[in-house]
């Protein structure tokens, strides 16, 4: 069981981005899939969920309206797309599995992470 | 929605018992019995140590343990050991949103 993120990089204030998780190992449709990330220096923050189907999303206050969380599982992959972006979003992201089709009981599988940084 | 209170550090000397606690309100911890832990060594991916509360994956070592009670979930480490030095973090299920994380705390083996 493995997750695999891809897609982060610098990119100037008010650009965007779009981060890649690629599974493998496990029936990718039947698990929500979560976008966690840590500033430097900081703790974990919840990000953004997708629900194992697709039909259900949930977004963080703070980035609701610039970023867009969606899934193919035709590829085993769930993407988050960033736009607007600003110094506060500097950080690693990390894509998580869930341990059910929705964001209920935590998350039991985790990918590596993949830096943003935001900066002109 | 609040980050959840974790005391910021914790130290213990080896084979001894620590607690760390993650207190929350009544719509997160104290009104779910989903509260998981994560440990996260330097540079590395969080893993999951407990979740459901009270429940170890399967690799997990039998010294981690949790409880809840009220609006506080505790995570135990019984009989530390200098390879368990590393953050931890709570996180709950919520009403109004799935996941709220604790803000942390370093566990040091002196």
């Known amino acids: 069981v493995e997750l695999l993120e891809s897609g982060g990089g610098l990119v100037q204030p008010g650009g965007s981005l779009r981060l890649s998780c690629a599974a493998s190992?496990?029936?990718?449709?039947?698990?929500?899939i979560t976008w966690v990330r840590q500033a430097p220096g900081k703790g974990l923050g919840w990000v953004s969920t997708?629900?194992?189907?697709?039909?259900?999303?949930y977004y963080k206050d703070s980035v609701k309206g610039r970023f867009f969380i969606s899934r193919d599982n035709s590829r085993d992959t769930v993407y988050l797309q960033m736009n607007s972006l600003t110094a506060d979003d500097t950080a690693v992201y990390y894509c998580?599995?869930?341990?059910?089709?929705?964001?209920?009981?935590?998350?039991?599988?985790w990918g590596q992470g993949t830096t943003v940084t935001v900066s002109s | 929605q609040s980050a959840l209170t974790q005391p910021a550090s914790v130290s213990g000397s080896p084979g001894q018992s620590i607690t760390i606690s993650c207190t929350g309100t009544?719509?997160?911890?104290?009104?779910?019995?989903?509260v998981s832990w994560y440990q996260q060594h330097p540079g590395k991916a969080p893993r999951l140590v407990i979740f459901?509360?009270?429940n170890r994956p399967s690799g997990v070592p039998i010294r981690f343990s949790g409880s809840k009670s009220g609006n506080t979930a505790s995570l135990t480490i019984s009989g530390l050991q200098t390879e368990d030095e590393a953050d931890y973090y709570c996180?709950?299920?919520?009403?109004?949103?799935?996941?709220?994380f604790g803000t942390g705390t370093r566990v040091t083996v002196l």
């Open positions: 998580a599995k869930d341990m059910w089709q929705k964001p209920i009981y935590g998350m039991d599988v």
């Open positions: 190992g496990f029936t990718f449709s039947s698990y929500a």
């Open positions: 997708i629900s194992g189907s697709g039909d259900a999303t």
């Open positions: 009544s719509s997160d911890v104290g009104g779910y019995n989903y």
């Open positions: 459901d509360v009270i």
């Open positions: 996180s709950s299920y919520t009403s109004s949103s799935p996941y709220v």
